[in-house]
Nanobody, 123 residues
Framework: QVQLEESGGGPVQAGGSLRLSCTASGSTFSSYYMGWLRQAPGKERETVAAINWNGASTYYGDSAKGRFTISKGNAKNTVYLQMTSLKPEDTGVYYC????????????????WGQGTQVTVSS
């Protein structure tokens, strides 16, 4: 079992920035992906960004490109999502997730999820 804990969400004005953090604990894989998914009201859940276990490969959803940056912490079980130029449409619950595979490429869901952290962007 893997436990994921997110932090860093909150209210922010449009154009502002936030940094989300996620720490994984419990059983770990030798290779894996960690990432962030967003569930916005009335919209389908989407994978915003993901990174592989050594940080060598990243993925960004179309809405995140050019504005969000995903990175690994010094501790390999930590991942960050730096969000800039935030828009009201970025509002939603952001979930940290991990899986051995690149779930977004197959339209599937990651195996492990955190509880989520709310991000609210006001105009």
């Amino acid at each position: 079992q893997v436990q994921l804990e997110e932090s860093g969400g909150g209210p922010v004005q449009a154009g502002g920035s936030l940094r989300l953090s996620c720490t994984a604990s419990g059983s770990t894989f030798s290779s894996y992906y960690m990432g962030w998914l967003r569930q916005a009201p009335g919209k389908e859940r989407e994978t915003v960004a993901a990174i592989n276990w050594n940080g060598a490969s990243t993925y960004y959803g179309d809405s995140a490109k050019g504005r969000f940056t995903i990175s690994k912490g010094n501790a390999k079980n930590t991942v960050y999502l730096q969000m800039t130029s935030l828009k009201p449409e970025d509002t939603g619950v952001y979930y940290c997730a991990t899986d051995q595979g690149n779930w977004w490429a197959y339209g599937s869901s990651p195996q492990y999820w955190g509880q989520g952290t709310q991000v609210t962007v006001s105009s």
